[in-house]
């Protein structure tokens, strides 16, 4: 909305993105997975086009000092943040979905991994592109460093095409999240219809 509809209520672009999710969980079973699986390789390359982009703007010396506020306050003031820890709950309703559940392990240590090296590039980016005073300011940091990026004159203004990849990737998220509900409200209520039980927690989600 801020980038390139300041005046679209936000009521309708979230909208949007509930229908896309909605049409997503209503296709074959596997069909959320696989399009996960052909959209996380995109968002990797994303960020790590992010970061090799910017690496001659960047400023190590901001990394210092290295714990920042401290070992407490990094370490353990910051597990306080629940959300950080929401990605490890997708694991536990894994298993039932698996065929061979011994794959499990092989999944957890992958997905971890993967979600690790994400993170990393991104607070690298803005850490070392934009000091703590500015990155504050900046209502999305890593928006902000996209528009840094030219590659010669031809490839200039590549924010519209990692704009396009988040999207993608964040409506890949929402359709995870809305078919893991979805799973667990199936088996906590007698409604056994996969559109009402989309319907239903879209709603809420929208509301």
């Known amino acids: 909305q801020i980038i390139y509809y300041p005046n679209t209520n936000t009521f309708f672009i979230i909208i949007l993105f509930l229908i896309a999710t909605i049409f997503a969980c209503n296709l ?38 290295l714990f920042g506020n401290g070992i407490n306050e990094t370490f353990f003031s910051g597990m306080s943040n629940l959300f950080a820890f929401q990605g490890l709950l997708y694991i536990f309703f894994l298993p039932p979905k698996l ?10 240590i992958l997905s971890i991994s993967f979600s690790a090296l994400y993170l990393i590039i991104s607070v690298a980016v803005i850490l070392f592109l934009f000091d703590a ?19 010669g004159s031809f490839f200039q203004r590549l924010d519209s095409i990692f704009i396009l990849t988040w999207i993608i990737s964040f409506v890949s998220y929402l359709s ?22 989309t319907l239903l927690i879209s709603f809420l989600i929208l509301v």
């Open 99 to 108: 065929k061979d559940v011994t794959e499990l392990k092989k999944i957890t």
């Open 133 to 151: 005073d500015v990155s504050n300011i900046l209502l999305m940091p890593l928006y902000s460093a996209v528009r840094y990026i030219e590659f």
């Open 28 to 65: 074959k079973y596997n069909a959320i997975y696989r399009s996960n699986l052909l959209t996380i390789p995109f968002v990797i390359l994303s960020i790590l086009i992010l970061f090799l982009g910017n690496i001659g703007d960047f400023t190590f010396a901001n990394a210092f000092p």
């Open 176 to 197: 995870i999240t809305l078919q893991t509900c979805c799973s667990i409200f199936k088996k906590i209520t007698t409604i056994s219809s996969l559109k009402l039980s």
